[in-house]
């Protein structure tokens, strides 16, 4: 008997959350979740009050995993084919909506919630009615930003070390953040000795990360300091190739993230689990390195 094994191992449980914030009766309601495992997702499924037909089509999508299992890297993300359920025939004032997902070996893991189904107006993309913004805010829709998501206005998210993201229900962009800001706590209505609270916030989107790829290296590999994407960026009529396994993001090297929504005052940048240094508190010659639109910090250690 032969067999073929692979590089990869799955030791670890995969992990699975929702990642939408709102639904509305009478309406085609999109549903989406993440999930996430250190080998490879095989398929999300949805359920209604436990139920998995219940008005959602597109429900189970072919397996999400590769065609040769052994061709694909660890820990990967994968985004769920979003599936529609239509609320249309469903008369209850809430409803229980839960992703469950599975990994190759079969282990597994499920993230639920109870959602308030709110008026078809809080979904329609228009701002109608009293809503403060498209589809936020107002008696009824989900708040927008700028507006406390907090479990209690007494609560402060970092002294009491508060998971914001529970309730990115909440919020019509689906964001909970922590944010360290008495000004924005206080006009948020929260208690004002709170300075670090639960916020409303657009959700933060890397467009671009600078510096990728490797160095250019000559015909007999030697290496050079020339950055480069690909092999068109150095000298190949020289024999030149571009190095990906040397990387310029390495540890302790300065990269620029950029995006939208960031927000102004400085978060945490996540390195699976290790969290990186402004630049400029390693680099007096980096000033404002954090801002809206772009985020500066050394790579930690290791990576």
Not at 39 to 49: P, Q
Not at 248 to 271: H, K, M, Q, S, Y
Request: net charge negative; hydrophobic share 30%; glycine share 8%.
């Amino acid at each position: 008997m032969t067999f073929t094994t692979g590089n990869y191992i799955d030791c670890e449980d995969p992990s699975v959350k929702l990642t939408f914030s709102q639904v509305c009766v009478d309406t085609n309601n999109t549903l989406s979740a993440e999930g996430k495992d250190d080998y490879a997702v095989s398929y999300i499924e949805f359920f209604i009050d436990i139920l998995t037909s219940q008005g959602l089509s597109n429900n189970v999508p072919p397996p999400l995993g590769p065609v040769n299992p052994f061709d694909t890297p660890a820990d990967i993300v994968l985004p769920q084919t979003p599936v529609v359920w239509d609320s249309s025939s469903y008369a209850n004032a809430t409803v229980n909506i839960k992703a469950y997902t599975e990994d190759f070996v079969g282990r597994e893991d499920s993230h639920s919630h109870d959602y308030l189904l709110r008026p078809e107006h809080c979904c329609d993309t228009i701002l109608n009615f009293d809503e403060e913004g498209v589809d936020c805010g107002g008696l009824d829709c989900a708040s927008c930003d700028g507006e406390a998501c907090g479990s209690s206005l007494e609560d402060d998210c970092i002294a009491d070390s508060i998971d914001c993201s529970d309730n990115n229900y909440r919020c019509a962009s689906n964001f909970c953040g922590c944010l360290n800001s008495l000004a924005v706590c206080n006009a948020a209505k929260y208690d004002p000795l709170v300075d670090d609270c639960c916020i409303c916030q657009s959700t933060p989107i890397i467009d671009w990360i600078s510096p990728e790829g490797g160095f250019c290296q000559e015909a007999d590999s030697s290496p050079t300091n020339d950055a480069c994407r690909d092999d068109s960026n150095c000298n190949v009529l020289a024999g030149q190739t571009c190095d990906q396994v040397r990387s310029n993001g390495a540890g302790e090297n300065l990269i620029t993230i950029g995006g939208r929504n960031f927000g102004i005052i400085p978060g945490t940048v996540d390195f699976d689990g290790t969290n990186a240094v402004l630049a400029e508190l390693v680099n007096t010659n980096c000033i404002n390195s954090w801002k809206d639109n772009q985020i500066i910090v050394e790579v930690p250690t290791g990576f």
